[in-house]
């Protein structure tokens, strides 16, 4: 083979190794990115994340082929360094990138239980108690034990919320999709009010498996995480 021809094949196989490798690396910073910042368990960052690592597979196995076509003594190299990059990407990536997606998850239990605190404590220091019941009386309306201290969730939920023993917003809750509530009540999580002190849950499914997240938060600002979904 020509010394230029050979120049060539070797400046391509290089070109296409280092595409493979920064589409794995941008793909995979960018499928992060989307994770935690698009919206709560967004499931564009994974399908950014896996469709980055397949490009960059297909590119060092063509740097790999150019190579091998050519009876390129660099092949080898192109190939280990492809394939070293790529798995070791993905080795150390997708298992990290599930676990953040579960704490990126709960973030929004952990968000709307220190409102809720907020907001009970302003009951109570209007009050001088916090709600009593699961729903209130008040003129003609009727006000769960949440609204009743001035809170409701906004935007879509991945959680159930509960006081009182009561879950009174559920995923679906909006649209009035009761089929959606799943659970009668947080496992694991007792809530109650009393004149001086108050528990509220929140728990949910956040990866689809058999095992529930629990989080609680008490009249002492103690935020708590009594069942982690994330480590099951």
């Not at 994974?46 to 009876?71: C, D, K, M, N, R």
């Not at 907020?118 to 209007?126: E, G, I, L, P, V």
């Not at 089929?179 to 108050?198: E, I, Q, Y």
């Amino acid at each position: 083979m020509a010394e230029n021809q050979k120049l060539k094949v070797f400046g391509l196989a290089n070109f296409l190794l280092i595409a493979s490798v920064m589409t794995s690396l941008i793909g995979a910073s960018i499928g992060v990115y989307l994770y935690n910042v698009i919206s709560l368990c967004s499931k564009l960052g994974p399908y950014i994340y896996l469709f980055s690592q397949v490009l960059a597979f297909l590119l060092g196995a063509t740097s790999h082929g150019v190579g091998l076509v050519h009876e390129n003594k660099w092949r080898r190299y192109f190939a280990l360094v492809a394939a070293c990059s790529f798995f070791m990407i993905n080795i150390i990536g997708i298992p990290n990138l599930l676990r953040f997606n579960g704490h990126n998850c709960q973030s929004e239990a952990k968000h709307n239980l220190a409102a809720i605190y907020t907001a009970y404590t302003s009951y109570h220091n209007d009050n001088g108690t916090y709600p009593a019941a699961p729903y209130i009386m008040i003129g003609d309306a009727t006000y769960n034990c949440l609204q009743v201290a001035d809170w409701a969730p906004t935007g879509q939920l991945k959680y159930s919320y509960e006081c009182l023993g009561t879950v009174v917003y559920w995923p679906g809750w909006k649209t009035g999709e009761k089929s959606n509530r799943r659970l009668a009540h947080c496992p694991v999580a007792v809530t109650g009010a009393t004149k001086d002190g108050f528990t509220v849950a929140a728990c949910g499914n956040i990866d689809n498996d058999p095992f529930i997240d629990v989080w609680t938060v008490d009249d002492a600002y103690h935020l708590r995480n009594v069942a982690n979904d994330v480590n099951n």
